[in-house]
């Protein structure tokens, strides 16, 4: 009908929200071990779903760093050869051999 028209700006039937309730943490995967031969870190990368950490509960976020061993690539080191048990003639001699990890059965046997 004429003469019926409506004063003003029409309201937005729609507005954008944040909803947070249901947002969780999602975590890439963990990095090597940073010692080779020994206690070292490794982490990875934790996000919220939602892109924004904020919008995640603090509480239940998972851990970005975490110790860890690796002793795969532990090596013997060979300390210099001591003296010759004979003066003249075949005899023997001896050296200390250490492990890098501190511990002997990580760098293998004998």
């Given at each position: 009908?004429?003469?019926?028209?409506?004063?003003?700006?029409?309201?937005?039937?729609?507005?954008?929200?944040?909803?947070?309730?249901?947002?969780?943490?999602?975590?890439?995967?963990?990095?090597?071990?940073?010692?080779?031969?020994?206690?070292?870190?490794?982490?990875?990368?934790?996000?919220?779903?939602?892109?924004?950490?904020?919008?995640?509960?603090?509480?239940?976020?998972?851990?970005?760093?975490?110790?860890?061993?690796?002793?795969?690539?532990?090596?013997?080191?060979?300390?210099?050869?001591?003296?010759?048990?004979?003066?003249?003639?075949?005899?023997?001699?001896?050296?200390?051999?250490?492990c890098a990890a501190k511990e002997l059965h990580r760098c293998g046997s004998l």
């Amino acid at each position: 009908p004429q003469g019926l028209s409506c004063i003003g700006e029409r309201p937005s039937v729609k507005e954008q929200c944040i909803a947070t309730d249901s947002c969780t943490w999602t975590a890439g995967p963990w990095s090597n071990c940073s010692n080779i031969c020994g206690h070292g870190t490794k982490g990875r990368r934790v996000r919220c779903l939602s892109g924004i950490d904020g919008h995640c509960p603090g509480h239940s976020k998972p851990p970005e760093i975490v110790a860890c061993e690796d002793y795969s690539s532990c090596q013997w080191q060979a300390e210099t050869w001591g003296p010759c048990t004979a003066s003249c003639g075949v005899g023997t001699q001896s050296r200390d051999l250490l492990c890098a990890a501190k511990e002997l059965h990580r760098c293998g046997s004998l």
